[in-house]
């Protein structure tokens, strides 16, 4: 059997919250055969992205060929760790990614004089609905993004903010040997196109998907994605 025929795990990286509860809808969107193996990420620590590449290695499959799934935060993560040239991974999978700081230049500029982390609050549903979920999100969406939020300490996500601004792995996608596909949201408020772009310059041959919806795309449109993200990995037969 083709080795690639045989491919139906995946292993999802998870978004700024860390928890990887957020993956449900997804998750039961994916068609029958396939495994989906989320990663929670410790919430009661900081750590750098080259300690949580360490920490998820610990956790891909032995000896089973998987697909690395990343959402937002991770992606310059997942990128990390593909550079290993991991046995068992045949693609990579980047959720509105990025490669470098997407937020604006000037917020690069001033980073090191971001605030120190506050209490642990709740965030405003409609924060959430606006930047993330996108109109007419469900109030159990706001909740469970509200909740996965909470459950993770001040500084925890004081420390993943900090990497994001400082993050450029552009050298390491260069260096990257397995398919890629990008799955771009349309209506994203948090990773703006040229993130895409930059992804572009440095590896021109990669598939690019586009749904149309928010930047938490996996929640909002979980069907589609599932459709599109199970399409390329057959395709890799």
């Known amino acids: 059997m ?16 860390g928890t990887g509860t957020l ?10 055969g396939f495994e989906a193996l989320p990663v929670s990420y410790p919430n009661d620590r900081p750590l750098t992205y080259t300690e949580m590449a360490d920490f998820v290695r610990m956790r891909l499959p032995a000896s089973e060929p998987f697909v690395l799934l990343a959402e937002s935060f991770s992606t310059p993560l997942a990128i ?16 509105a990614g990025f490669a470098t700081n997407p937020t ?9 004089f971001i605030f120190p ?5 709740r965030a405003p549903g409609f924060f959430i ?9 469900s109030p159990a969406m706001v909740q469970a993004v509200q909740q996965a939020v909470h459950s993770v300490g001040p500084e925890v996500l004081d420390s993943r903010a900090r ?9 390491e996608l260069a260096r ?3 398919p890629i596909l990008y799955v771009q949201a349309t209506q994203d408020r948090v990773v703006p196109p040229r993130c895409l772009d930059e992804i572009l310059a440095v590896r021109r041959e990669i598939s690019v998907a586009r749904i149309e919806g928010p930047h938490l795309l996996l929640q909002r449109e979980p069907q589609q994605s599932a459709e599109i993200i199970t399409q390329f990995i057959q395709q890799l037969q």
């Open 23 to 32: 993956f449900g809808a997804f998750i039961e969107a994916l068609p029958k």
């Open 80 to 95: 990390q760790i593909a550079t290993a040239n991991l046995a068992g991974l045949r693609a990579l999978v980047l959720v």
């Open 2 to 17: 083709d080795e690639m025929a045989a491919v139906r795990k995946l292993v999802l990286l998870p978004g700024m919250d």
């Open 129 to 137: 609905e606006r930047y993330l979920l996108g109109r007419g999100a």
């Open 163 to 171: 990497l994001v601004l400082a993050c450029d792995v552009r050298a």
């Open 104 to 112: 604006y230049r000037w917020v690069r500029r001033l980073s090191s």
């Open 117 to 121: 982390p506050r209490k642990r609050i």
């Open 176 to 178: 990257m040997k397995v």
